[in-house]
């Protein structure tokens, strides 16, 4: 069975930091460009992070850089997230997805698989 599943999330006060993690089971994930994504209530989805399957170039959203990292550890089958600093509107929905083929890395209809996401709450 195909599956992703996040974990890692939970409540942090600002400034704080979390790491997520997104494991694969079913197929291989570092065939796959992986993406993390976020979505508050009443926004849309945001595309947060990628890393590429082949030479692991890695995209961040402008607002984001110098305090997300992403990270793949192919052994383990798993791609991180590393939120530093954070805020309260970072709080949200965090989803990691993988895709094959993946040209626009903020399209959330490039990637073919979708974990179940997993809540942040930054507040103090």
């Known amino acids: 069975q195909v599956q992703l599943v996040e974990s890692g999330g939970g409540l942090v006060q600002p400034g704080g930091s979390l790491r997520l993690s997104c494991t694969a089971s079913?197929?291989?994930?570092?065939?796959?460009?992986v993406g993390w994504f976020r979505q508050a209530p009443g926004k849309e989805r945001e595309g947060v992070a990628s890393?590429?399957?082949?030479?692991?170039?890695?995209y961040y959203l402008d607002s984001l850089k110098g305090r997300f990292t992403i990270s793949r550890d192919n052994a383990k089958n798993t791609v991180y997230l590393q939120m530093n600093s954070l805020k309260p509107e970072d709080t949200a929905v965090y989803y990691c997805?993988?895709?094959?083929?993946?040209?626009?890395?903020?399209?959330?209809?490039?990637?073919?698989?979708w974990g179940q996401g997993t809540q942040v709450t930054v507040s103090s």
């Open positions: 997805a993988a895709g094959r083929t993946v040209v626009l890395r903020t399209d959330p209809v490039a990637y073919d698989y």
């Open positions: 079913g197929f291989t994930l570092d065939s796959y460009t």
């Open positions: 890393i590429s399957n082949d030479d692991g170039d890695s």
